[in-house]
């Protein structure tokens, strides 16, 4: 005789039904499988500029929204991007991210998007002009730090306001790195 199951999925208790129709609960406590699928969290995804901390020193941070396309998105979230030379303006009072490469979607048809395409920054206007006196004034740059996927699905860039790096600075990078690197070689040795 072929045994009858009915599952059931509820937060707190999974009931079984068999053969017999007699109800059995068992606790999900135990059941650590069964909690990562009913608990559905979304992973936030973050792309970090590595070459933007060699080159330059950040002043200010600020974040911002990014205006993407379908295919754009999507592609974004199977992290196909690239930082470049990416970097953004103002042009007339809106601010533009330039040279972020978003490779085209895969499955994508004659939709697809430009890789290389300016893309559109969401500002309010009162950053703007915040950000465009310390450009002007002090001959900083707009580089984007970090792109990320926020809890709502939303994409967003950290921009930093920056000045570049001379040569001897960026050595003197390298060799902070090289001397925590081995400090941290060291004390592992010990443990």
């Not at 609960?25 to 979304?42: A, C, M, N, P, T």
């Not at 590595?50 to 979230?77: C, D, H, N, P």
Request: glycine share 6%.
């Amino acid at each position: 005789m072929q045994e009858m199951f009915l599952y059931t999925f509820q937060p707190v208790a999974v009931r079984v039904v068999n053969e017999n129709f007699s109800l059995c609960e068992l606790s999900i406590d135990g059941l650590d499988g069964f909690k990562d699928s009913l608990s559905e969290e979304i992973m936030v995804k973050r792309f970090k500029n590595r070459k933007a901390s060699f080159q330059y020193f950040f002043i200010e941070e600020v974040e911002a929204g990014i205006v993407l396309t379908g295919t754009e998105i999507k592609s974004l979230r199977d992290g196909k991007m690239n930082f470049k030379d990416s970097y953004a303006r103002i042009d007339n009072g809106e601010v533009w991210l330039v040279n972020l490469h978003i490779s085209p979607y895969e499955k994508g048809t004659y939709f697809n998007h430009d890789p290389e395409r300016r893309r559109k920054l969401l500002l309010h206007r009162r950053e703007i002009k915040k950000l465009l006196s310390k450009i002007e004034e002090k001959g900083m740059t707009l580089i984007p730090k970090d792109v990320f996927i926020n809890d709502s699905g939303l994409a967003k860039v950290t921009l930093a306001l920056a000045k570049g790096k001379h040569t001897y600075d960026k050595s003197d990078t390298v060799k902070e790195r090289d001397e925590r690197r081995d400090m941290d070689r060291a004390m592992k040795g010990f443990k």
